[in-house]
C-alpha cells in the first residue's frame, strides 16, 4: 500500500534551516507529483511547494519562494524541502502529499507529517 514517511523536522531558530524529507513506498514514485503541506495551528492546511514527476515543474506558495526548495530523488523514492531563512510564522506541522496528477487538490495519499517550530 502507499506509505509516505516525513523526517526531519525539529526546533530551529529564526534565520536556520532545516531539511525535511519524505520517503515514498507502494507505487511507482517517478510516475507522480509529490508535494508538501503544512499546518498551523489554528489554520488551514495550505500548500507550501510541490514537483512533477520529472521535476521539470515546481510551484511555491509565494510567502516562501527564494526560501525553500523542493527536490526529489526518484531513485530513492524520496521528495525533500530545504527550507532556509527560517521564520517564525513558518512553525506549522509539515505534510508530505502525492498528487494524482499535476495540479493543486489533486493529493490522494498523506504522510503523518514532522512538526518544524521556529523560534524567535
Known amino acids: 500500500q502507499v506509505q509516505l514517511v516525513e523526517s526531519g523536522g525539529g526546533l530551529v531558530q529564526q534565520g536556520g534551516s532545516l531539511r525535511l524529507s519524505c520517503a515514498a513506498s507502494?507505487?511507482?514514485?517517478?510516475?507522480?507529483?509529490m508535494s508538501w503541506y503544512r499546518q498551523a495551528p489554528g489554520k488551514e492546511r495550505e500548500l507550501v511547494a510541490a514537483i512533477s514527476g520529472g521535476s521539470v515543474n515546481t510551484d511555491y506558495t509565494d510567502s516562501v519562494k527564494g526560501r525553500f526548495t523542493i527536490s526529489r530523488d526518484n531513485a530513492k523514492n524520496t521528495v525533500y524541502l530545504q527550507m532556509n531563512s527560517l521564520k517564525p510564522e513558518d512553525t506549522a506541522v509539515y505534510y508530505c502529499?502525492?498528487?494524482?496528477?499535476?495540479?493543486?487538490?489533486?493529493?490522494?495519499?498523506w504522510g503523518q507529517g514532522t512538526q518544524v517550530t521556529v523560534s524567535s
Open positions: 507502494g507505487f511507482t514514485f517517478s510516475n507522480y507529483a
Open positions: 502529499a502525492r498528487w494524482r496528477y499535476w495540479g493543486r487538490d489533486t493529493q490522494d495519499y
